[in-house]
């Protein structure tokens, strides 16, 4: 599908304000009035289309920016929620019930770590964990009772790409859910176009973009987001991770810049990871040929974007690592931040923060080095002058000194 055009799908969407507004009006409202007592009863029953009836079920403005992520998706619809994590349990929890299992990448972000690993069973729900790739893997951790496989597209923090027509291929075949969490790279990959049932962001990433608020999404089936919202039984309904309808305006506003961005974002990426390979540093990023999922990737992305805005990069120690990120901050390339995303480069060392859910001896199996640096890189606009900079921290610091003799 390399013909596919998110982001002419987002552009295609027409709306307009309440008085002619060029962006749609904000419903600033938690509930809204009927005209007659029998709309309301249908409403509940979930015979009124287009009525509102309280703001935890929906609001014009979560429907707009769900509308315009499901367009992004190329899927029927979506539902915005007050976080990732917010869209990730109530996903699971709509799927799964007690006796079920999933099986999920083993690299994926730490919080859905924790909550597959140390919450779900709490309700009966049992994960197992495989290296999503080996299929051989994937396949024989499928039992009778597994309802979901659970993926990233690119994975945190090792930047693996999914094999997703494969993996969505084995889904099918055991008639289970294939979710994907497509936080890191948005319009590069579709996963729908390649077999994902559901897709899920955290929408505090790249698609918001300016580091200033949570959120998530949905995007799946008419069928299954009407599901989530059921009153009787859905998940989102009955949870309650609703966004805000002030926060929805934001978001959507900020998603008519994200083609720019992200394109932004791969160019500064590629160029510093050229160069730090060129270096012979320990660089891992997915649009370098000697990266493991290159050709996955080239496979399965979107033309124009790029290989995102994601890299890692081994600085050798921990203590170097932690030496490295203070001095790139200080040197203002950058903020010692979790997060991705934000115009600015956010660095952070995975072991220690983001996967520090992990318990060690697996962070090891998954290849996670505690010298690792995680890059979420920004915006610059004169990358070269970052790399520059960069490397006179490196220089400082002694990152890539004894690395020459391990990497050939
Ligand atoms: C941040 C993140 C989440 C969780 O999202 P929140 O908005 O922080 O709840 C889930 N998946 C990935 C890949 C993330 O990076």
Redesign the pocket.
């Known amino acids: 599908m390399k013909n596919f055009h998110p982001a002419d799908k987002i552009q295609d969407l027409q709306y307009f304000g309440e008085f002619g507004g060029v962006n749609p009006s904000i419903s600033d409202s938690s509930t809204y009035t009927f005209l007659s007592a029998k709309t309301m009863f249908d409403t509940f029953e979930g015979n009124a289309d287009g009525c509102y009836l309280y703001s935890r079920h929906a609001t014009p403005s979560n429907l707009y920016l769900a509308q315009a992520l499901a367009a992004m998706e190329n899927t029927e619809a979506a539902n915005v929620t007050?976080?990732?994590?917010?869209?990730?349990s109530a996903v699971i929890l709509q799927l799964c019930k007690n006796g079920d299992e999933i099986v999920a990448s083993r690299t994926?972000?730490g919080?859905?770590y924790a909550l597959m690993k140390n919450f779900l069973p709490r309700l009966g729900i049992k994960t197992r964990f495989v290296d999503i790739n080996n299929l051989k893997e994937v396949e024989a951790a499928i039992t009778p009772a597994t309802r979901v496989i659970y993926c990233?597209s690119?994975?945190?923090p090792l930047l693996e790409v999914a094999n997703l027509p494969a993996i969505s291929l084995l889904s099918k075949k055991y008639d289970l859910k294939f979710v994907v969490?497509?936080?890191?790279s948005p319009l590069m990959i579709t996963p729908a176009n390649h077999g994902a049932d559901v897709v899920?962001?955290?929408?505090?990433?790249f698609i918001n973009g300016s580091s200033d608020t949570?959120?998530?999404v949905i995007c799946a089936t008419q069928e299954f987001i009407d599901a989530l919202r059921n009153v009787n039984d859905g998940a989102c309904m009955l949870l309650g991770p609703t966004m805000d309808s002030l926060r929805a305006a934001g978001i959507l506003k900020n998603l008519r810049t994200l083609h720019i961005r992200m394109k932004q974002h791969s160019y500064n990426a590629q160029f510093l990871a050229e160069r730090f390979e060129q270096d012979g540093l320990r660089v891992c990023y997915p649009g370098l040929q000697s990266h493991r999922s290159y050709e996955v990737m080239r496979a399965i992305s979107n033309s124009q974007f790029g290989y995102g805005g994601m890299l890692t990069l081994d600085a050798g120690s921990l203590v170097k690592a932690n030496e490295l990120m203070e001095m790139m901050q200080k040197e203002n390339l950058g903020y010692l931040a979790?997060?991705?995303g934000f115009y600015k480069t956010l660095f952070s060392a995975p072991g220690t923060s983001?996967s520090s859910e992990i318990p060690l001896e697996e962070q090891e199996a998954m290849g996670l080095s505690d010298g690792m640096i995680r890059f979420s890189i920004g915006l610059d606009a004169n990358i070269d002058r970052t790399y520059s900079r960069m490397k006179e921290c490196m220089k400082h610091v002694g990152v890539g000194e004894e690395q020459g003799e391990i990497v050939m």
């Not at 899920?200 to 990433?205: C, E, N």
């Open positions: 007050a976080s990732g994590m917010g869209a990730i994926i972000y919080g859905t990233e690119v994975s945190n969490d497509n936080t890191f899920i962001h955290s929408l505090t990433k949570v959120g998530g979790v997060s991705l983001t």
